[in-house]
């Protein structure tokens, strides 16, 4: 049964599948491991392309990245937004662009209350 013309052409047909579906995930695996390398070199050379978001109560900015286009990093930023909003901040503002951050979440109330111009208009008061 195997011997038949139809039988050939079937398994020539599956084959056929196999193939592209190995073609398909090797030229997804060279893009993935392309597009890191791409990213980590303009990470490197601050080129990369972050989505900046300042908070307040708490008064914090976050950097969400790198993303290797603005693009990218725009079609992203809805599910960080909505990852933030679940700890009810008060957004202040969302920005797209290249930078370097130092931290991915920086906090900045800690500092300012401790300020000793704070201390001292307190004590005036």
Not at 2 to 28: E, H
Not at 37 to 55: H, Q, R
Not at 57 to 72: L, Q
Request: charged share 25%.
């Amino acid at each position: 049964m195997l011997n038949t013309p139809s039988a050939k052409k079937q398994l020539s047909a599956g084959a056929s599948t196999l193939n592209l579906k190995l073609f398909q995930v090797m030229i997804n695996e060279f893009l993935e491991s392309t597009e890191e390398l791409l990213t980590s070199y303009l990470e490197k050379m601050g080129k990369a392309w972050w989505v900046e978001i300042v908070t307040k109560k708490p008064n914090c900015t976050y950097y969400f990245g790198p993303f290797v286009s603005h693009r990218e990093a725009q079609i992203s930023q809805l599910g960080y937004i909505e990852d933030l909003e679940r700890e009810r901040p008060q957004l202040i503002a969302i920005e797209i662009k290249q930078c370097q951050p130092k931290e991915l979440t920086i906090f900045e109330e800690e500092w300012r209350d401790k300020t000793p111009h704070n201390i001292s208009r307190n004590m005036s008061a």
